[in-house]
């Protein structure tokens, strides 16, 4: 059986007349009436009764049509659906991002993605940069938002904006009444760092300053969770490291652990927040996806007090 009897089939059914019929399907009438002979052969019915005088349906022709306006029109959808995903237009993006992404840069996107493509579905996983990096190069996120640009030629990146990164300090430590300290009196604290492997460009770029500033740190933990962090801050004179929208929000926090983010400078650390993917031209809805972050960018810089600037 072949789709296009079907349809031949539904032009006669829904004209009952040949000659119509065929002009609507740009046919000759004896091509239209091999294409019907061809399937009541193949179901071993008779499907159309005509005479000189009238074209009708049999009892089983009727039943047919049913099924086979179904089939058409299932079709059709199917084929379109096929273009609206070729197009970009219907399907899934998995987007991996980490905290300052989701406070500054997927809002917008998401809105812009929704109100241009509201058939596409965003899934969304938070992640460190060096999951996600690897989550990237294993197919399973499509796009990654995260810290530092890739070393791998085999990622693209755009850059999205540069972010300071502050000291986070428990509310009964020295520090959490200063607007701003010197990165250099850090040789002097107990520090919590994470596994360079869990976010290199944070890492590096602590590291970079201490070594600007001719310091050595000290680190009594290694803790790759933000949270664990916060909560060991606040109970021992230690110093942790946060962007500072991750600090200035667990600073506003009402209730439970409330850690101070502290701003640094000579030097102030920064980090850079990219935007990765592989150009594999798997999932069309990367362009799209990056088409969106284009238009609602370029995003903002979380502002610096200005008391901290003015304790330098």
Known sequence: MEFRHLVSFLAIADELHFGRAAARLHLTQPSLSQQLQRLERTLGVELVARTSHEVRLTSAGRAFEVEARAIVNRMGKAAQSAREAAAGRTGTISVGYNFPAGQHILPATLAKMHAEYPDVTVKLEEKRTGPQLAALAEGTLDI???????????????????????????PGHKWAGRPGVPFAELARQSCILFDREQCPAMYDAILAAAERTGIRLTVAHVIDDPGATAILVSVKPLVGFASASRGMLAGSAVGGVRPVPVQLYDPVPTIDLYAVWRDTGVNPLQEVFLDCLEAVGPFQIPAMRAEARAAR
């Not at 990654?144 to 428990?170: C, E, H, I, K």
Request: proline share 7%; glycine share 8%; hydrophobic share 50%.
């Open 144 to 170: 990654a938002l995260v810290y530092g640009r890739p070393v791998t030629s085999d990622f693209q990146y755009r850059r999205l904006l540069q972010l300071p990164m502050v000291a986070v300090v428990g």
